[in-house]
């Protein structure tokens, strides 16, 4: 069993930054990948950023690369997205999940969070 829990949400100005960050309990989070979803107020859940145990594999949703970075402390079983240069079609909640291999295939994500909301703002 893994728990996930999102936290550092909250509202920026359009062009402003935001890390959010996302503890992994249970289990090391260095034996799962880790990736970041978000969803939006009438929209499906879409894939933003995934990374590997190894961290040598990193995946990007292309309407976040470049903007967007993650990464993992595993030490500190904690898993970033930092956000920068925000738009106001990046507000949601994002939730982060646990998978055995890093993908953008939602599906195989067996553990997530509770989500935490990000508002950009104009």
């Known amino acids: 069993q893994v728990q996930l829990v999102e936290s550092g949400g909250g509202l920026v100005k359009v062009g402003g930054s935001l890390r959010v960050s996302c503890i992994v309990s249970?289990?090391?989070?260095?034996?799962?990948?880790t990736g970041w979803f978000r969803q939006a107020p009438g929209k499906e859940r879409e894939f933003v950023a995934a990374i590997s145990r190894s961290r040598n594999m990193i995946y990007y949703a292309d309407s976040v690369r470049g903007r967007f970075t993650i990464s993992r402390d595993n030490a500190k079983n904690t898993v970033y997205l930092q956000m920068n240069s925000l738009k106001p079609e990046d507000t949601a909640v994002y939730y982060c999940?646990?998978?055995?291999?890093?993908?953008?295939?939602?599906?195989?994500?067996?553990?997530w969070g509770q989500g935490t909301q990000v508002t950009v703002s104009s």
């Open positions: 249970g289990r090391t989070v260095s034996g799962y990948a």
């Open positions: 999940a646990a998978a055995p291999d890093a993908t953008s295939n939602i599906g195989m994500y067996d553990y």
